[in-house]
């Protein structure tokens, strides 16, 4: 019996590192991609866990007949956190009355809540109300209180009828600023949440790189 010998032909070394180029590009790409989304991750659920807890304490300040406030921080707390937003309610049975936490909640540290200085941002009806660190009642400060009243509605300086309780008309902008910069490379990813006074309503944007709009975006 007479064996034919096989026909075995291996790989070239430049076909070999032809494979390996081609993959190391991939992966490059494939990591280049996620870090976008997990940065993108970061921004939306900064505006998301905003929402849901202003929406809280709207609630619970209509159900529970109690004026309640929401106090967003930018600064580091005593224990180095910055991005933290609490839920009060106020006890004005008591006099004074009296301020009792209802919930914490820290947001992504690499998220700066303010509006970056390289987005343009026109005050007009079909575009969010002006950043609230940037009203008169915050000007200069790195922490902000609104307060809801019993009927759903959002005062800043206090709750209504208290003196001082100015209506609220503003918004909280989250951008990709890591380190609480002032600007932005990404400015794509910026989401925003803004209050209406009157009705305590809320309402999200998103930035798509020239104006601001509504939609889903991840909301």
Request: proline fraction near 6%; charged fraction near 15%; hydrophobic fraction near 40%.
């Amino acid at each position: 019996m007479v064996f034919q010998k096989a026909n075995l032909k291996g790989f070239s070394i430049i076909e070999v590192l032809v494979v390996v180029t081609i993959g190391l590009i991939l992966t490059t790409v494939a990591i280049v991609g996620f870090r976008g989304v997990r940065t993108n991750i970061k921004t939306v659920k900064a505006a998301n866990v905003a929402t849901s807890l202003i929406q809280q304490a709207r609630q619970r300040a209509i159900t529970n007949r109690v004026p309640h406030s929401v106090t967003i921080s930018r600064v580091p707390d005593s224990s180095g956190n910055r991005n933290v937003l609490t839920i009060n309610s106020i006890d004005i049975t008591k006099t004074p009355p009296v301020t009792n936490v209802v919930r914490v909640e820290y947001l992504p540290q690499d998220v700066a809540i303010a509006l970056p200085t390289n987005i343009p941002l026109t005050i007009a009806a079909n575009m969010p109300p002006q950043d609230t660190f940037q009203l008169a009642d915050f000007m200069g400060m790195d922490t902000a209180t609104i307060f809801f009243n019993i009927d759903g509605s959002v005062t800043s300086g206090n709750y209504f009828p208290l003196p001082g309780s100015n209506p609220f008309r503003g918004s909280f902008f989250f951008a990709d600023a890591p380190n609480a910069c002032t600007t932005t490379q990404r400015s794509e990813l910026t989401r925003v949440v803004s209050l209406y006074g009157s009705t305590g309503g809320v309402k999200t944007w998103y930035y798509d790189g020239t104006t601001f709009r509504t939609g889903s975006k991840n909301f």
